[in-house]
């Protein structure tokens, strides 16, 4: 009887050890590494069609292909200091921003052949930087910087005129960081301070003014236009965590997600609508949501690399870029492995806990769809783990803990589910 339950042990081991490993596999291969031919960190990057592709980063690093991701070739860019932003109209003209003097001083480059050469210029105004570089045509661009600048120009760059922004008594000293239009009329700018706060902005007519539609505990790094009605921005610091969030009216309002990852949402990349991807930076995960942004789940990097951006030029096609020059490129065919379990994620899930806040108890539901050894940790702000909250084999179902706050301090926690490669995190927060 000992020696049989002994074999049923072993194979309960062997197939928790199959799964996990499809599990990882099915995973972390939605991204491939490639081969690069740069070791600076990529922050950056721009496309025009499912050929030509920009990368741009630390050291002045411009890296592009031709031919869709067969081979990339490095630019000579004429400067040393990292490249802030990047944006392609066509395969031929493209524009740049480098910051230097410690901030402060901006260099634009532009290129007129598709990044063979580069040729640069100082921006007019030393006293502020700028990080963003938007243009709609070979005319008519945009640039935002540092105390809420918003420049504007109809002749390629050869002038710029600022924008009037609505004022507040603090906001709009923000800077901005990320612009996305619609057209030609209707856009959306972010950005924000690390520790203080962050803003979203909309023009509806055509970049003359800006108002103030979204406030934020953290800055913003990214915003995107879906449609006319659906728009996502993107952002988060060390203590608040990601962040994201949708409107439904064009940007005029805004909804919040609660995340609750580590790391700062760089850029909101969408697959198709029931598939966002949000690379999180220095947190080497991606977040992904199946439900337009409503909730997210994490995804590790391959190489558990910080990935800075990421794109999909269609349903099939995508790029990523990070640390140490890492490209990885989304593959699709790799969907549907693991014994065609592709819902996995949509069923794996860690739920927010309930009440949230809470004071003295609260509970926290997860489904397992698999027999899984499951760990559930509690984290503070600052990452420390302050318990584990469950550590065990599990078997397919919906499970709940009834979690008290004795010995904790009131305050924002985090709490984690790993599994294999699958690894959610929630936010809860404690009042006492």
């Known amino acids: 009887m000992n020696h049989y339950f002994k ?142 600048t918003i420049m504007k120009t109809s002749d390629a760059g050869d002038s710029w005129t600022r924008c009037r922004l609505e004022v507040s008594s603090f906001f709009h000293t923000l800077p901005i960081t990320r612009f996305n239009f619609l057209n030609e009329q209707y856009g959306l700018a972010v950005g924000g301070v690390m520790d203080v706060a962050g803003t979203a902005w909309k023009t509806t007519d055509y970049g003359n003014n800006w108002a103030i539609t979204d406030t934020t505990p953290e800055p913003l790094a990214d915003c995107l236009y879906y449609n006319s009605d659906l728009a996502f921005t993107s952002g988060g610091d060390f203590e608040y965590g990601s962040s994201f969030a949708y409107s439904i009216n064009g940007g005029n309002t805004w909804v919040d997600s609660n995340i609750g990852f580590f790391g700062i949402g760089r850029r909101v990349a969408v697959r198709k ?87 003295p108890a609260t509970t926290i539901e997860y489904a397992v769809p698999i027999t899984s050894l499951v760990r559930i940790t509690l984290y503070d702000m600052l990452g420390r783990e302050v318990k584990v909250l469950v550590n065990e084999l599990k078997q397919p179902g919906t499970h709940s803990i009834a979690f008290t706050s004795d010995g904790l301090s009131s305050g924002v926690y985090f709490y984690r589910l790993e599994s294999g490669s699958i690894i959610q995190t929630k936010k809860l927060v404690l009042l006492k």
């Open 273 to 359: 609508l029931n598939d966002i991807w949000v690379p999180t930076a220095f947190s080497a995960e991606f977040v992904r949501s199946f439900d337009s942004g409503h909730s997210f789940m994490a995804y590790t990097v391959p190489d558990t690399n910080s990935v800075y951006d990421a794109i999909f030029i269609d349903t099939i096609r995508g790029w990523a870029f990070g640390v140490g020059g890492a490209i990885y490129k989304y593959n699709n065919n790799l969907i549907g492995i693991s014994n065609n379990r592709n819902n996995l994620p949509a069923v794996f899930s860690l739920m927010q806990n309930y009440p949230n806040p809470f004071n």
């Open 7 to 148: 074999n049923i042990i072993k194979l309960l081991f062997v197939f928790f050890i199959i799964n996990s490993a499809a599990d990882i596999f099915a995973q972390n291969e939605f991204w491939v590494r490639q081969p690069s031919p740069v070791h600076a960190h990529l922050s950056r990057c721009s496309f025009v069609d499912s050929l030509n592709i920009w990368a741009v980063g630390d050291s002045g690093a411009i890296i592009h292909t031709s031919n869709g991701g067969i081979n990339w070739v490095v630019q000579n860019s004429n400067i040393n200091s990292m490249i802030e932003d990047v944006c392609f109209i066509n395969k031929r003209l493209g524009w740049a921003l480098s910051n230097d003097f410690y901030g402060l001083g901006t260099i634009i480059l532009k290129t007129t052949n598709g990044g063979i050469t580069w040729t640069n210029y100082r921006y007019s105004d030393t006293t502020i930087a700028i990080n963003a570089v938007y243009f709609l045509d070979s005319l008519n661009g945009y640039l935002g910087g540092s105390s809420g």
